[in-house]
């Protein structure tokens, strides 16, 4: 349950910071994988 809740997660984290690198450049997804 844990495992596929932190898939789940980093799969929209992944897409979000899909989205703000194409469109601005910057995002989230590195802050919370290096934090």
């Not at 844990?2 to 997804?29: D, K, M, N, P």
């Amino acid at each position: 349950m844990q495992l596929a809740l932190t898939r789940f997660l980093r799969a929209i984290i992944f897409t979000y910071e899909v989205y703000q690198w194409r469109g601005f450049g910057s995002g989230l997804y590195p802050l919370l994988v290096s934090g």
